[in-house]
């Protein structure tokens, strides 16, 4: 089977030498793909194209071949193709009537053709006898030149007939490795999730960077997500999975920042922390998933609150994309139903957010903030390849889920304060006891051990994650109370 691969035309475009060597990189990077799926498969390079063959009769290595080119950034479009040798201008006729005549009854069509080598005939005069001969012998609906319903496209080069059979769109964008590195802020929604997505489409060597605010669960979600990423669309190009333990950053803010300023001062707590691990592995920018008042951290004015904390440029692909939008790339990337999964991260933040923050009230009340929290974040920062990401995806500890609560178990309200005193919750029977999940992990040593508590917070994600953080840190007498 053979294809063949036609350029992005932005790389079309671009002087000789960086053509040669961005093309250079697209056949390697196809190399590498196709030597994993099949040992014939086999890749070469010409001007301005890329053909790629294997010497196998399986439709399934020929699914893959097609999904590989797909998914590879750099390609405008490829078509499967069928090569036959000729002789003459009539010998080229019997080949496509062969292949198309019983797909042009009714329809109207038109015959492309491209030359290269010496022959007696021109490109037109291929056009003219094969379009005339298909016309006389099909019932076809005529030979139209502009926007015909069927366009048979073919290759004559030297004694050869290239046959298009079916042509395929690609991902365009520019092969992986061309530019340079960033470091993608991915949270495992919609938006992070595309924005990493459009920036390997754009052949930027893509690492993840992840502030873990919600546990392992959350964790290994976002792992998830970044590993289908490089594994569909950049596997060729190894790169690192940073995991920095967030909580402690997180539990600070709750205590030292008011509520209408915490969702941006989050933010400004990962730029930092992004700028220093991307400083650290020589990248020289940042990706993040904002757009334009999607959420209030994400104003204008806040947005600059948040950029004024880092020298370091920030990256924002889908600054004016509407959220429906960003949804459908997710989709057709295949990556909804992830990023539908990765729970969301219910107790942080803004409570009453400001669309506007007074950034003088802000910096005062950062400047409570203990810096040493995030330096302590920074060293316990996990880094590793994305290759191996999964290898750590251990089995999640089960946790006790309950609607209706033993008799002699307590509730723990785990919600933010503010959220407590809204609506506090009251069980008949039972104790409450209102205890943050900022606080939880300290408080949780001093209670009875011979008590069994149920967590509870408003979605039951986060009262889940802490169940199971207490899980894993060796405590057994914890489930979820979801009412
Ligand atoms: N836990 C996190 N780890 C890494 N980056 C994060 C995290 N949370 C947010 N970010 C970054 O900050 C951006 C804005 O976050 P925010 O929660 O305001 O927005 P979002 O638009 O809902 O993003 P997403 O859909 O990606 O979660 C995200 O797109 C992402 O780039």
Aim: net charge negative.
């Amino acid at each position: 089977m053979r294809f063949v691969v036609r350029l992005f035309p932005e790389i079309s475009i671009k002087s000789a030498p960086v053509r040669k060597r961005w093309t250079k990189m697209l056949t390697d990077n196809l190399r590498l793909m196709a030597k994993r799926i099949h040992p014939t498969a086999r890749v070469n390079k010409e001007w301005d194209r890329i053909e790629v063959t294997a010497k196998v009769d399986d439709p399934v290595v020929e699914g893959q071949l097609i999904d590989m080119l797909a998914r590879t950034p750099g390609i405008a479009n490829f078509s499967h193709v069928q090569t036959h040798p000729f002789e003459s201008l009539h010998d080229i006729y019997e080949l496509v009537q062969a292949s198309w005549g019983d797909q042009l009854k009714g329809k109207t069509f038109c015959v492309r053709v491209k030359r290269t080598g010496n022959h007696d005939f021109t490109s037109t005069e291929v056009e003219r006898y094969v379009g005339g001969g298909l016309n006389q012998n099909n019932p076809t609906g005529g030979v139209k030149l502009k926007d015909p319903d069927v366009s048979i496209g073919l290759e004559v080069k030297d004694d050869q007939v290239y046959l298009v059979t079916k042509k395929y769109q690609g991902l365009g964008g520019f092969p992986m490795g061309t530019q340079e590195s960033v470091l993608s802020l991915i949270s495992g929604g919609y938006d992070s999730t595309v924005a990493s997505f459009q920036m390997i489409k754009r052949g930027l060597r893509t690492h993840y960077c992840f502030f873990n605010l919600g546990g392992r669960e959350h964790e290994l979600a976002v792992k998830e997500i970044a590993f289908f990423l490089w594994n569909r669309f950049g596997s060729t190009h190894r790169v690192r999975f940073i995991s920095v333990p967030f909580e402690g950053v997180v539990g600070e803010i709750l205590q030292k920042v008011g509520p209408s300023n915490m969702g941006v001062v989050l933010k400004r707590m990962m730029l930092r922390a992004g700028e220093r691990i991307a400083e650290r592995g020589g990248i020289e920018a940042m990706v993040t998933g904002e757009a334009v008042a999607q959420v209030s951290s994400q104003t204008i004015p806040n947005l600059s609150v948040i950029d004024s904390v880092t020298d370091m440029m920030v990256l924002r692909p889908l600054i004016v994309m509407d959220k429906r939008d960003i949804i459908d790339i997710s989709r057709k990337i295949g990556a909804e139903e992830f990023s539908a999964a990765v729970p969301e991260y219910c107790g942080v933040i803004s409570v009453k957010p400001s669309a506007k923050v007074n950034r003088a009230k802000l910096e005062a009340e950062e400047e409570k903030f203990d810096f040493s929290i995030l330096e302590h974040a920074l060293e316990n920062a996990v880094v590793q390849s994305i290759d191996e990401v999964m290898d750590d995806a251990q089995e999640l500890a089960e946790v006790e889920l309950v609607s209706e609560l033993p008799v002699s178990a307590k509730v723990i309200d785990i919600r933010h304060h503010t959220e407590q005193e809204l609506r506090p919750l009251t069980v008949e029977g039972r104790e409450v006891l209102e205890i943050p999940f900022y606080q939880l992990s300290t408080a949780y040593a001093e209670l009875d051990k011979a008590v069994n508590y149920y967590l509870f917070c408003d979605k039951g994600v986060m009262s889940g994650l802490h169940a199971r953080h207490l899980l894993d840190a060796g405590y057994t007498n914890v489930g979820v109370y979801r009412p």
